[in-house]
């Protein structure tokens, strides 16, 4: 599978991510906040602040996902579906195309590991608990869960097709501290069968696969086209390590688009500002004169208002950089 091109991504600069996510105590309570979100708010934010895309998590653990989809709904079969009845993703994305603003979606590789009713019915099943509270939710190093791996590859083939050419881009997390060795090999499914999965819809469409917090950046897989780049609160000098030694900043790693994804927050989603707006606009300039990409996650209320100190230091990078 060839690289997609990312010449618009790296023109783009930067973007933002935020965490809209969460679970919530029953299908009706998640539908109506995902109801109440306003994505035209939402948008007019972004165009002011000029950002180059904007990520939304669909969803991380809980189980709970901010679009419908057909096959996760036949697969865990829930009484009532824990997939929301409007499609916020594709709201936003039509929200954000008359600003020429792409959209781009967050999801975990390891699916809903805080559901454990989804976690049996996808096959997420091993001998040993770790976080979230959720009984075998870590395969043994010498397990492929390859039944789970075709059932989250299908849910997402799902999504792709929904949204079609709506989403340029795919962000997996979780890709390896969970299911370590899962994705990884020529064995199928793997890593070229996922990223195959989550482009049917639009081609053209850029993937990720994180493994967790790498500081200086590397690439998880030939088959990703960008860097998921999660530096948390770090900022490295440099893209990796080799034999001790920085290699020099450039625009592709392995032929992958050198992209890194930072919180503006304490944490992700979090406020207030950690960081001196003047650092906010030299390390995006730093990144981008060498080539790179960078993500800065923003805080975001219920509704789909951007945090008022995040929203500020966006404004003054975009009056720096655009």
């Not at 009713?117 to 939710?137: P, R, S």
Request: glycine share 8%.
């Amino acid at each position: 599978m060839a690289k997609m091109n990312t010449d618009w991504f790296h023109d783009a600069k930067w973007g933002v991510f935020t965490h809209w996510c969460g679970g919530a105590a029953s299908p009706k309570e998640w539908n109506a906040r995902v109801d109440a979100f306003d994505v035209d708010l939402l948008a007019r934010q972004l165009a002011e602040i000029k950002a180059g895309y904007y990520f939304i998590t669909v969803g991380q653990c809980s189980g709970f996902y901010c679009a419908p989809n057909e096959t996760y709904n036949r697969l865990v079969q829930h009484d009532e579906s824990h997939c929301s009845g409007r499609d916020l993703v594709s709201d936003i994305a039509d929200a954000l195309e008359p600003y020429s603003i792409r959209t781009m979606v967050y999801l975990a590789a390891c699916g809903p590991m805080g559901d454990p009713y989804a976690t049996k019915k996808l096959k997420l099943i091993c001998d040993q608990t770790l976080g979230w509270g959720v009984e075998g939710n870590r395969a043994h190093k010498s397990q492929r869960l390859v039944e789970f791996m075709r059932n989250w590859e299908a849910i997402c083939r799902d999504w792709s097709l929904r949204w079609g050419r709506k989403v340029h881009g795919w962000w997996f997390d979780a890709c390896c501290y969970y299911l370590e060795q899962d994705w990884w090999g020529d064995d199928q499914p793997s890593f070229r069968t996922f990223a195959s999965a989550v482009k049917a819809g639009n081609p053209d469409a850029i993937a990720a696969f994180n493994s967790g917090v790498q500081s200086p950046v590397i690439t998880t897989s030939e088959y990703e086209d960008f860097t998921a780049g999660e530096l948390a609160e770090y900022m490295p000098l440099g893209t990796r390590m080799v034999t001790g030694m920085l290699h020099p900043l450039s625009r592709f790693m392995d032929g992958t688009q050198w992209h890194v994804l930072i919180h503006l927050g304490t944490h992700w989603g979090a406020t207030p500002a950690m960081l001196p707006t003047e650092l906010v606009v030299g390390y995006t300039k730093y990144v981008n004169r060498h080539g790179g990409v960078i993500t800065w996650d923003t805080g975001i209320d219920e509704v789909g208002n951007l945090q008022k100190d995040h929203f500020e230091q966006l404004k003054a990078l975009a009056a720096a950089t655009r």
